[in-house]
């Protein structure tokens, strides 16, 4: 991405995003929508950005059909592209693999029988033990049995651990098989994948959609997981969203804080934005209101002008539809990017960043590894969150 930089002289993006945030992620999608296209182009046949494509044909009759069916000709095309580029296989069904093993040990515990009062009992005939825990313990004891008692636990264990460890090295087998060695191609697949999840993401606050926000979080939380230390605030966070809409708010609050997350003050579709902007539009009306006062400013008159923000805004634009007064949506005027974005797509095409070329490699990303979670371990993030639920079973809060 700093190439891309230099290549259309993006001089405002700088390294850390909080000093220029806008100019960042302005950059940042104008590379994804380069690498979608140049995707496009190498899966569709596309030749430029006017051209038809090759492999998958426009049909005769497409521009007199429904809206429905050039619907479905679009999802088929983008279904070409994000299951060859976006959705990698292995480390897909390595993920779910690990979820849906450690999710039949954990049921196969839940339906061993227990006692009346939710203890483990000795699995040998006769023998009055039980067990708060299903652990070493019970484990032990049982071993001083002769004979051995049975373990259904025991048998169901091994046998999921041989079908994973198959799954394993079948898995290992295959990709070493057929993981391409190519850094440019794993870090271009890999910039488009969570490009995407960042589109997605903007997508869903502008549009209202609380649900697919929390869905969002969701797969966040998977990302600051993978991440390690550098993001345990963000790890939390996301942990505790889950936690307030699943259980800890009522039903009236966790509607309110799933869908009362962004501000609609233009009508319409699409134009809802985030609460936080929302609030640096506030700050900003009231700070030329302060700035009015002159010398008069003390913390009476700043109170004042905070709590009848709401009624000048509104008596304002009242005045102004009045008087048929056009007001400007004080969105920054911006220089077309069609050329930044050619020039893009056009060194993306020259190198074929998404066609395979082994040995190809990098100078600082040498081994790019295209899955970002590859080394995570979902029974250690399943026990991470067992042990944050206990803490706020506890009143314990890890902020």
Not at 174 to 185: A, G, I, L
Request: net charge positive; proline share 4%.
């Amino acid at each position: 991405m700093y190439s891309d930089r230099t290549l259309i002289n993006r001089r405002n993006v700088k390294a850390d995003p909080h000093t220029a945030y806008r100019a960042d992620r302005d950059f940042l999608m104008l590379v994804i929508k380069s690498r979608v296209i140049a995707a496009a182009m190498s899966e569709l046949g596309f030749t430029d950005k006017s051209s038809q494509p090759l492999k998958l044909p426009l049909p005769e009759t497409l521009q007199n059909q429904s809206k429905i069916c050039k619907l479905q000709y679009l999802h088929k095309a983008a279904s070409l592209i994000v299951d060859k580029f976006v959705l990698d296989d292995h480390s897909v069904n390595g993920l779910l693999d690990q979820i849906l093993t450690f999710q039949e040990a954990q049921d196969a515990i839940n339906e061993q029988p227990r006692t009346a009062d939710g203890r483990f009992p000795c699995r040998f005939p006769g023998c009055q033990h039980s067990f708060k825990y299903d652990g070493a313990s019970r484990r032990r004891h049982e071993m001083t049995h002769n004979p051995l008692p049975v373990s259904s636990r025991d048998a169901a264990s091994s046998a999921s651990q041989t079908s994973s460890s198959m799954l394993r090295e079948s898995s290992e087998s295959t990709s070493s098989k057929d993981k391409p060695d190519d850094d440019v191609y794993n870090y271009n697949c890999a910039l488009l994948a969570d490009g995407l999840f960042f589109l997605n993401f903007l997508d869903a606050v502008s549009e209202g959609d609380g649900l697919r926000l929390m869905r969002q979080y969701k797969y966040m939380l998977l990302y600051c997981r993978a991440d390690g230390h550098h993001s345990n605030k963000y790890l939390l966070e996301c942990l505790y969203q889950s936690f307030c809409i699943n259980s800890l708010l009522s039903p009236r609050d966790c509607e309110r804080f799933i869908w009362n997350r962004s501000v609609n003050n233009r009508g319409g579709r699409g134009n809802n934005i985030a609460h936080d902007l929302e609030v640096e539009h506030s700050n900003l009306y009231n700070k030329t209101s302060i700035k009015n006062l002159g010398p008069n400013v003390t913390e009476k008159a700043v109170q004042r002008i905070s709590f009848a923000e709401s009624a000048t805004v509104s008596m304002a634009s009242n005045i102004d539809q009045s008087i048929n007064r056009l007001r400007g949506s004080g969105q920054h005027t911006s220089s077309s990017t069609e050329r930044d974005l050619d020039e893009l797509i056009k060194r993306a095409a020259q190198m074929q960043v998404f066609v395979v070329e082994p040995c190809r490699q990098y100078q600082h990303f040498r081994s790019f590894e295209r899955d970002p979670f590859k080394n995570l371990s979902m029974s250690n993030t399943y026990n991470w969150i067992s042990q944050h639920i206990k803490n706020v079973l506890r009143g314990n809060k890890a902020r």
